[in-house]
């Protein structure tokens, strides 16, 4: 098992991407589990999280570690929690504000919370950042994976809680913003939206095959 | 006021701030306990101004705010954003509170079950239902045809399940029921034992789905009585469930709702230029599908307003206008069958051309791209 240098707690054995466990002896979603050393990793699959999908394609965020074992973390779009639950891992110093706004998948999320004291789940609309403002101040990282049309807009509404030179994690679901551009047109002008908005645009990569009509982009905050 | 350093609002989790600069010069820090602090939480989620808020705007008299919430206590001075004064960021409790706090007020948001979500599982249950029972007819069709072929199309899906499950044997039906049919092969008592035991077993899946039709007939009924008495309560429930939810299908345009359940069929229209569909799941209805081709658009689009009035006075109000409703919609649809009786003349068009839009062909000039603008 090797760490990967741009995320703590992250390690790679040459094929899978593991994440060492913050809450040994239990899988979230079914993933499995190894052990090495009396040390528990989960294994995070490319297919089920799009973060580890863009790592397992090379992405790299540029170069840069984007962050420690005490960042706090706004994840948009938390859904059931299976990425949440990695990032969890990675951060047991900090804190993952995890925002979802179905009741259905937010049920799950609940879940992994109670067993992970770092994860403050939020049932809030991510299009509405001032009700879960008081709550959660600066972020260093703004993750974000919400699949709805106006998802670029719901990024810049929630930027104001990353910090200056925080990290911005944009997963975008063409299929969700237009259907009759074809999905190159729309990522090139959500970069040029995301440019616009003062963004820096450190990468982005497509995440086929392991997702449909998906990018993933890294920005930067000046 | 002007020049001086703002004096700011500032509210946290933990409690509210007033701040000078870097300087808090007055606070009130919310009760240490999850309970209080989920309650608080909840309130500023719904835009409510805490008793705390008040109480210190009171205190400092023009006061400077930062959030949208608060403009009725004092001047927005900027959007409250990342930077928080670290005099504030310090007195913030253990964050195991605000843990605490988030999955009492997670639970309890949970807590409040819409009916609506009950409605959709029950009409997705029924579907489901509806597919076990017709795939358990044909096989028994196909099964007991081999013993008892002419009694097979003789009686309903019902009753052959109920016929074989009690009785098995076309001998046996013969002497217990008045139904009177020759068999076609004879069949040992252990086969017709197993097909018996499968037509038993339709049988209660059948009536399991005319419990779940009742069901739901009630449920609509309490929830939307007057989409249930536009569109009846399954179709009714369908169109609910395909929207997401009753508000999400008042809220919905009645073009849209024209064409829920057809989206492949919209995509295809959006992306490729194929024409638009004509209607979506409400071609179940008996109105659309008995009517003949030429009318269905009209009579879709007709219905489809009245849908939507419907399910807008169900989520708003409650109010039964369904008998209104249903009379306007016949009207309507009486209308449209009396107007256009006989199909469209194909283009050449030179008498009706106002009437008849959407192939465009005559008017274009022989364009032969005039399907894009077919919706209107």
Known sequence: MRPLSV??????DGQRLYTLSLAPGWSVYGERRVSRRGKEYRHWSPWRSKLAAYLTLGGRFGGKRIMDE?????YLGAASGTTVSHISDMVPEGRIYAVEFSPRTFR????????RDNVFPLMEDARHPERY???VGEADVLYQDVSQRDQIDILMSNARYLRPGGTGLLALKARSMDISLSPREIYQRAADTLIE???????????????KDHAFFVIRKP | MNGQPPITLITRWYGVFVVEGERVIDSISFPEDPGEIAGRLKALSEGKILEEERELAGRHHPVGVTEERLTSLGPLVETAGAEIPPAVLSSAPDPSLLHQALLEEGRERLGGIRRDELLIQAVSAYEEMNRVCNLMYERLREWYGIHGHRL???VSPEKLAELVGVYGSVDDIRANTSIDVEKTASLPGEDLAAISSFALTLREAQRERERLEKYITRLMGEIAPNLSAVLGPILGARLISLAGGLERLASMPSSTVQVLGAENALFLHLKEGRRPPKHGIIFQHSYIHDSPPWQRGK??????????????VDAATGRDISRELREEMERRIGEIREKYPSPPV???????????????????GGGKNGRGGGGR
């Open chain 1, 133 to 135: 403002g008081p709550v």
């Open chain 1, 108 to 115: 799950g999320l609940l879940d992994v919370a109670s067993v």
């Open chain 2, 346 to 364: 194909k283009p050449s068009g030179a008498k009706g051309g106002k009437k008849r839009r959407g192939r465009g062909k005559g008017k274009k």
């Open chain 2, 299 to 312: 009579i879709a689009r007709a219905m489809a307003g009245k849908i939507s009035i419907a399910a807008r």
């Open chain 1, 7 to 12: 995320l703590p707690r992250v390690f790679e």
């Open chain 1, 197 to 211: 908005g003062g963004f820096h645009i450190l990468d982005h990569k497509e995440l086929a095959p392991y997702q």
């Open chain 2, 152 to 154: 097979v199309n003789r």
């Open chain 1, 70 to 74: 005490g960042a706090s973390v706004l």
